[in-house]
């Protein structure tokens, strides 16, 4: 059997995010995944709730899971529910996780700061997207700038969307993870604040931060998260030659 590995992307972008990764894999003959989340994507026009969110995860990962172990990738928001997806009270078949930019508790103070602050954006000509180009533009390097945006950008999606992650009983959730598992932040993520906590209530997890980058570190530093990829499919596989 081969590693298997499911991608879900964080929020208002789409599977696309996840092309350098996809190639990476690719190249090594790997086997992969990138869904796209209700109200994302290829998805934009359906509604966001947490129902649907989990049946896509758990829809592709089940159906990889009978092809060999799986590998949860998951970035930002898609992080926060992969969280509680392979921390739920029943463990689903997932083999280990890796989990980017998503080290923050959604507390209700939290969540209501950042969806005021997406409003606010929003609420720009173009909802802002001319900002959030201005900074892509000087953050991600040419290979990933595109990727982003590819599948096109969900603001009808957002504002539900965070509302949602308030819901979510991440701390229980972390304690009943027993996969190997790793957090991986940019130094400059602004979603940083629980990281040490997080890493703590997972025995043998892993924190791994980026130097020199952002919240969009699976883009900014491809190369960096890819290896983190390799190092956990190796993790993987040798679990597997064990187990033989």
Excluded: C, K
């Amino acid at each position: 059997m081969t590693v298997q590995v499911v991608l879900v992307h964080g929020i208002r972008t789409s599977a696309t995010m996840w092309r350098a990764q996809l190639a990476h894999l690719a190249e090594r003959g790997i086997p992969a995944t990138a869904v796209d989340l209700p109200g994302h994507g290829t998805r934009m026009a359906e509604e966001f709730t947490l129902d649907s969110a989990f049946a896509t995860i758990g829809r592709a990962v089940t159906d990889a899971a009978a092809r060999g172990p799986v590998l949860l990738v998951a970035h930002s928001m898609g992080g926060l529910l992969s969280i509680a997806y392979v921390g739920g009270e029943e463990a689903p078949p997932v083999a280990g996780f890796v989990a980017a930019s998503a080290t923050t508790a959604p507390r209700p103070g939290r969540v209501a700061l950042y969806r005021t602050l997406a409003r606010i954006l929003d609420a720009l000509p173009r909802r802002g997207q001319w900002l959030a180009d201005f900074v892509l533009d000087r953050t991600l390097p040419p290979e990933t700038r595109a990727d982003f945006g590819a599948g096109g950008y969900a603001y009808d999606a957002q504002d539900v969307a965070l509302g949602a992650l308030s819901d979510l009983d991440l701390i229980a959730a972390l304690r009943r993870i027993d996969v190997p598992t790793w957090f991986v932040n940019g130094q400059f993520d602004q979603l940083r604040f629980d990281e040490r906590a997080f890493a703590a209530l997972v025995p043998g997890s892993e924190l791994i931060v980026v130097p020199r980058t952002s919240h969009l570190v699976t883009a900014m530093r491809p190369r960096v998260f890819n290896a983190v990829l390799d190092v956990a499919l190796a993790t993987l596989e040798s679990r597997m030659v064990e187990a033989t």
